[in-house]
C-alpha cells in the first residue's frame, strides 16, 4: 500500500534526524523569473503542508477504495501495478534530468537489501488487507501502535530512549486503540439484525485485527531493517523507493501467480464493467502517489522543518479519519470520536515529546565530554 509505505518510513526518518536531512531531496528545481506564480508556489510553506496533506489523505482513500469492492480478491496484483507504475514513474524522472544520482542495480546491493523488500511486500500486503476489513478511522487510529513497537526496537538495537512524555503518548495510543476496538464492535452489534450476521461482522472485524497486527510487526521490521541497512549501502531516499520497487515486484508477482485466482471470471468480478475504469485510474494513481507522497514530504521539510513536518504528519490523522466517515460510511458513534480524538491527542503529544528531546539533545551534546557514540546511538 503505497500510501502508508512511505508515508510511515518518513515519519521515522523525522523522528531519528538521519533520514529526513540527508539529503537535498527533491533536487532543487531551477530558478523561475523572480516574482513568477510557480516560484511563489514553490517557496510556500503552506503550499508545501497542503501538498503533503493532501498525498497522504488521497492516497489512503484510493487504496480503500480498490479493496472495498464486494468480490476483491487480487492484493498482490493490485501491489504489483503499484511497483510498476511507481519503478517507471522514477525511471522516467530520471531520464528527465530530475533524479541525478540514482543508485544502479548491483547484485551485491540487492543480494543486502532483499530482505528489507520482503518486509516491505509483507509491510503493504497485511496494510491493503486490513483497509480491506477494517474502517478508515480504525486503520488510522491502530496504525499508530506502529510508533510504539519501532521506538521499542530503536531502544533495543539502536541505543534510543523514551521520555516520559513520550511514553504517556504510547499509554493514550494503545487507550484510542482499545476505544476504537470496543465502538467497533459495538457499532456492528447494534447495527446486525440477526445472530448470524453480527457473527460474521465480528469475523470479519477480527479478521481485519489479525491483519493490523501483522502490518504494525512487518511495518516496524522494514522501518528498522532500513535504518540499519539505508546508511552502510549509501542509499538516499529515491534510491531506497527503487530498490524497493525493483525487488519486490518478482515477489509480488509470483505470489499472485500462485496463491491468488487470474481466471476470466474472477477478473470480471474484481474488475466489474460499471466500475473498471475507476479502478483502473484508481490503480495508476496509487502508483504515482507514492512518488507524490516523497516529492511533497521533502518539500514540506525544505520549506518548513523536520518538526513541523512531523507535527502535520500526526495532525493528518484526524482529517484521514474524518474522509472515511465522509467517503466510505464508517458509523459515528461517542465511541468512534473518543478514539479519533484520543488518537489525535497522542500524536500530539508523541510529536512534542520528540521535540523537547530533540531540543534537549542539541543542548546537551555539543558541551558533553562522554565518548563520541555511533549516529545511530546518537539518534
Known amino acids: 500500500m503505497s500510501n502508508k509505505k512511505n508515508e510511515d518510513l518518513e515519519m521515522s526518518r523525522v523522528d531519528g534526524k538521519e533520514f529526513a536531512e540527508q539529503e537535498s531531496f527533491p533536487?532543487?528545481?531551477?530558478?523561475?523569473?523572480?516574482?513568477s506564480l510557480l516560484s511563489q508556489l514553490e517557496n510556500n510553506p503552506s503550499?508545501?503542508?497542503?501538498a503533503y496533506c493532501f498525498s497522504s489523505i488521497s492516497m489512503t482513500v484510493v487504496n480503500k477504495y480498490v479493496v472495498s469492492g464486494s468480490s476483491w480478491n487480487l492484493n498482490f496484483l493490485y501491489l504489483a501495478i503499484q511497483s510498476i507504475i511507481c519503478t517507471a514513474a522514477i525511471l522516467v524522472l530520471k531520464q528527465m534530468g530530475f533524479i541525478p544520482n540514482l543508485a544502479a542495480l548491483e547484485s551485491g546491493k540487492a543480494k543486502k537489501w532483499l530482505p528489507v523488500s520482503v518486509f516491505f511486500v509483507g509491510m503493504i500486503y497485511t496494510g491493503t488487507k486490513s483497509l480491506q476489513?477494517?474502517?478508515?478511522p480504525v486503520y488510522t487510529i491502530f496504525k499508530n501502535l506502529t510508533i510504539i513497537v519501532i521506538a521499542y526496537g530503536e531502544v533495543r538495537w539502536f541505543g534510543g530512549n523514551i521520555t516520559p512524555l513520550v511514553l504517556l503518548s504510547f499509554g493514550f495510543m494503545v487507550l484510542s486503540s482499545l476505544v476504537a476496538a470496543w465502538a467497533d464492535i459495538q457499532a456492528v452489534v447494534s447495527g446486525a439484525g440477526q445472530s448470524t450476521e453480527t457473527a460474521a461482522a465480528i469475523s470479519t472485524l477480527n479478521a481485519g485485527y489479525a491483519w493490523m497486527?501483522?502490518?504494525v510487526l512487518c511495518t516496524a521490521s522494514y522501518v528498522l531493517g532500513t535504518r540499519k541497512f539505508i546508511t552502510?549501502?549509501?542509499f538516499k531516499n529515491w534510491d531506497t523507493m527503487y530498490y524497493n520497487n525493483l525487488l519486490s515486484l518478482p515477489i509480488m508477482i509470483i505470489c499472485s501467480l500462485v496463491t491468488e485466482d487470474w481466471s476470466s471470471t474472477n477478473l470480471a468480478a474484481n474488475f466489474?464493467?460499471?466500475s473498471r475504469n475507476n479502478l483502473l485510474l484508481g490503480m495508476l494513481y496509487s502508483g504515482m502517489g507514492a512518488v507524490l507522497i516523497s516529492y511533497s514530504s521533502a518539500w514540506c521539510i525544505r520549506k518548513t522543518s523536520s518538526t513541523t513536518y512531523s507535527f502535520v504528519g500526526y495532525?493528518?490523522?484526524l482529517p484521514l479519519a474524518i474522509?472515511?466517515?465522509?467517503?466510505f460510511g464508517a458509523p459515528v458513534t461517542f465511541g468512534s470520536v473518543a478514539a479519533i480524538l484520543l488518537g489525535f491527542f497522542s500524536g500530539l503529544a508523541y510529536g512534542y515529546g520528540k521535540m523537547k528531546q530533540s531540543e534537549q539533545a542539541k543542548q546537551v551534546l555539543p558541551t558533553s565530554n562522554q565518548p563520541t557514540r555511533s549516529a545511530g546511538s546518537q539518534s
Not at 533536487?27 to 516574482?35: S, V
Not at 503550499?47 to 497542503?50: C, E, I, Q
Not at 474522509?323 to 467517503?327: A, N, P, R
Open 213 to 215: 497486527g501483522l502490518n
Open 133 to 136: 476489513f477494517l474502517s478508515v
Open 232 to 234: 552502510s549501502l549509501n
Open 272 to 274: 466489474p464493467p460499471e
Open 315 to 317: 495532525l493528518n490523522k
Open 323 to 327: 474522509c472515511g466517515i465522509v467517503f
Open 27 to 35: 533536487p532543487k528545481p531551477a530558478p523561475h523569473p523572480q516574482g
Open 47 to 50: 503550499a508545501a503542508v497542503l
